[in-house]
T-cell receptor, first 113, second 113 residues
């Protein structure tokens, strides 16, 4: 069965610092992997997705994520945090032949001035 | 083009009353999902539709919850005899392919008093 674990419910960084949000997944078949962002009082918006092409995926707003099969990880990074990055981030996984996308519990990112 | 819309954006109801939440997906999207997001929690899968059919209703929390979709488009989530624990944000998402990225609406915030 597929599952997603996001390490750290809250992450705080200073403006300009590296952002690293961790995601580990469990899947019995090659997965599709996603990162979504949710700003206050809004729905989720896709940041980036991995669908078995390049292992390093670039998304919007300067974010990127690397699929590491050996570590079953899909961590999200951004070299330099901006105040506008403050939001909740969700990692998600879906499987071949499945209909369901499983979402992690989310990580709230705080950016300090 | 137009995104996923949901109505109402906010709903306050008294315990025991019935409520209907509406979702208008992106035109042409065959799959539609309902999720529940409780305060500080991740996304809880409720139900999905492929066309007008709901192959998996196992995520519905109780028999007080039901959903339908007509014309392969608009969907309604109905909660009967609401309870305080039903208070949450209800998110709707649509997609063309079951495994692929989902497009989310802004959600309906339900408060049961």
């Amino acid at each position: 069965a597929q599952s997603v674990t996001q390490l750290g419910s809250h992450v705080s960084v200073s403006e300009g610092a590296l952002v690293l949000l961790r995601c580990n997944y469990s899947s019995s078949v090659p997965p599709y992997l996603f990162w979504y962002v949710q700003y206050p009082n809004q729905g989720l918006q896709l940041l980036l997705k991995y669908t078995s092409a390049a292992t390093l995926v670039k998304g919007i707003n300067g974010f990127e994520a690397e699929f590491k099969k050996s570590e079953t990880s899909f961590h999200l990074t951004k070299p330099s945090a901006h105040m506008s990055d403050a939001a909740e981030y969700f990692c998600a996984v879906s499987e071949t032949g499945g209909f369901k996308t499983i979402f992690g519990a989310g990580t709230r990112l705080f950016v300090k001035a | 083009g137009a995104g996923v819309s949901q109505s109402p954006s906010n709903k306050v109801t008294e315990k025991g009353k019935d409520v209907e939440l509406r979702c208008d997906p992106i035109s042409g999207h065959t799959a539609l999902y309902w999720y529940r997001q409780s305060l500080g929690q991740g996304l809880e899968f409720l139900i999905y539709f492929q066309g007008n059919s709901a192959p998996d209703k196992s995520g519905l929390p109780s028999d007080r919850f039901s959903a339908e979709r007509t014309g392969g488009s608009v969907s309604t989530l109905t909660i009967q005899r609401t309870q305080q624990e039903d208070s949450a944000v209800y998110l709707c998402a649509s997609t063309t392919y079951l495994r692929d990225e989902q497009y989310f609406g802004p959600g309906t915030r339900l408060t049961v008093t």
